[in-house]
């Protein structure tokens, strides 16, 4: 499948508030853009399923809930890097904004579901990928950027600059 511009998809939201020093280091064969109504078709969900269990729902239930969330504005920001080769999705991760009454109304960004295809991994992707996150929740004025993660990520994290902080509390349903 022949790589296909910016231009020519429906974006999750506006592609320029993904920093240009994240475009500018990434590899030429690779892009960086948020996610496409039509990324169902590029691999969203295999390379998601590096992370944990994904059941594939079908396109137009994918599709829906890509309508969902865009249907909320600048509260969710997911990013794909494209293999420009074959226009298949290497990488994905997602910020999404709280709103707070705190801190003057101020808002946390939350990272989440970051994962980076098994061939492409240890290639700077996961690293770019918080790096564009991270922008965009500075930008979009987060006091803070917070995730939860393996202890076997916590080196990871610390080399996108992270650091831990707390523990993370679950109840399953
Ligand atoms: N242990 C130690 N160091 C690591 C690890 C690790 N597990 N993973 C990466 N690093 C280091 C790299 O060596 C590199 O260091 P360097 O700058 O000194 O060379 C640096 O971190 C950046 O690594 P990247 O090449 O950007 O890592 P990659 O592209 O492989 O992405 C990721 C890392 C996202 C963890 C990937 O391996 C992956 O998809 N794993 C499976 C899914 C997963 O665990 N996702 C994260 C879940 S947590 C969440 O979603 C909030």
Redesign the pocket.
Known sequence: MPFTPDSELDLLFPPDIIGEDVKSQLHPDLHIRPLASTDYRRGHLQVLS??TIVTDPGEPAWVAQFNAIRSTPKTYYTIVIVDKASDAIVAVGTLFVERKFLRGLSSVGH??????DKRQ???????RIIQALTGISERSGCYKTI???SD??I??YE?CGYMKKENEMAKYA
């Open positions: 590096v992370l990272i989440e579901d970051i994962a980076v991994q240890g290639k700077k992707l996961g690293l995730l939860n993660c076997a990520n080196p990871f080399k």
